[in-house]
Structures are given as C-alpha cells and as structure tokens.
C-alpha cells in the first residue's frame, strides 16, 4: 500500500513537470510519459522500479534546495525558455493527497505568466478535450462554490479563474486544505490538495516570475 501512493506521487509529479513546461522538455510527448511509467512498472524489485520512476523526472532541481530536514511542499520547478521563448517557465507545485483522491487528479499548479501575474490550475493525469470547459466545485466551507474552469491547451490542466491570493489572504485564506469535485461526463473527478506552505512559496515564485 506504502508503495503504491509512493508510485501514485511520483507519476503526479511526472504530470505536474510536464504541465509546467510544456513542450520544451523531453517528455514533452504525452505518450512518452505514458511509455516510460509504463516500464517502469513492470520492473519487479521495489526499489529499481522507484528509481525508474524518479528518472522520469525531466524538471531541474529547485534553484534554491530546502534545508536538510526540511521537506518542501511547494517545489519550485525552472525550465529554460523553449526555441525561440523569451521567459523560462517557473512554478510551484503541490500533488493531491493520495489517500484521499481520485488517480486522475496530480495536484494544483500555480505558475507565473509571460506578462505579470499568475495562472492557477488543477493538473489531471487523465487528460480532457482541449479548450472545453467543466464545472468544477471547490469545497472550502460549509458552501460550497462551483466555478467553470477552461481546459488547458494540452489538455492536462485545468485554468481556475482565482488569483492565488485567494488562499493567502484572500476569502480562502484560512483553508488548510483544498476539497475538488471536477464534474466530467466520463466520469467525475475528485481530491484534495493540502495547503500548509503556500504563502512563502508564493512569495518565492513572485521573485522569479516576470516583472513587466
């Protein structure tokens, strides 16, 4: 069972990296993903398919490392500039709480934009048609509040319509915890991505995004 959600982690992380970056890495292939966990899961000892599975992870390490002891929460994935781009692609990322979510929900993403601001999405492992929209119910009190969010263009993500300021000093402010219901004709999705460390890993991805 250990061994299962820490498989389920790193194939979130595996999304979420290839979310962040687009097309500029090699795994920018969806199948290509696909292919290598696929690999890597029928390796049968326990530790070499682990490895397997964190090689997968084309992202560079964070610009600045935790402390040792530290865990980071929020790691801050930096990719440089595709042929042709202007601005590498910087975010943070949170995976969904695998004990209580659906396998087709990897975490919540929040990355800087080429002109200041931010764009905050939920990343899917079970990609969605590209530029659609679905309801999706955010659960952070007693009310709960339906928003319609846009497909992304690679279909892995999905754009909530929220400043990430919503969750630090916003109405969600005092959320420990992000509840999702994704309503999808093939299936509904559901998670929950925890959010204790946000704010100082905002802050971190602020000074390294855009600034005009």
């Not at 080429?114 to 999706?136: N, S």
Request: aromatic fraction near 4%.
């Amino acid at each position: 069972m250990i061994r299962a959600r820490i498989e389920s982690t790193l194939w979130a992380f595996l999304v979420l990296s290839y979310l962040s970056t687009g097309v500029s890495t090699a795994l920018a292939e969806p199948g290509s993903i696909a292919d290598g966990f696929a690999r890597c899961k029928v390796i049968n000892d326990d530790q070499a398919r682990l490895d397997c599975l964190k090689k997968l992870l084309a992202s560079p390490p964070p610009a600045t490392p935790p402390a040792e002891g530290v865990v980071d929460r929020w790691p801050l994935v930096v990719t440089p500039p595709p042929p042709g781009g202007s601005h590498e692609a910087v975010s943070i990322m949170r995976t969904a709480d695998t004990t209580r979510s659906d396998p087709d929900l990897a975490g919540l993403m929040i990355r800087c934009q080429e002109k200041p601001g931010f764009q905050v999405l939920l990343a899917l492992v079970r990609p969605l048609p590209p530029r659609a929209k679905r309801a999706v119910v955010i659960s952070p009190t007693t009310t709960p509040t339906t928003i319609h969010a846009e497909i992304s263009p690679l279909g892995t993500g999905l754009v909530l319509p929220v400043e990430p300021s919503m969750f630090t000093t916003g109405q969600w402010r005092n959320l420990k915890e992000l509840a999702v219901l994704i309503q999808d004709p093939e299936a509904d999705i559901r998670g929950v991505i925890p959010l204790d460390g946000l704010a100082p890993a905002l802050a971190k991805l602020q000074a390294r995004c855009p600034s005009g």
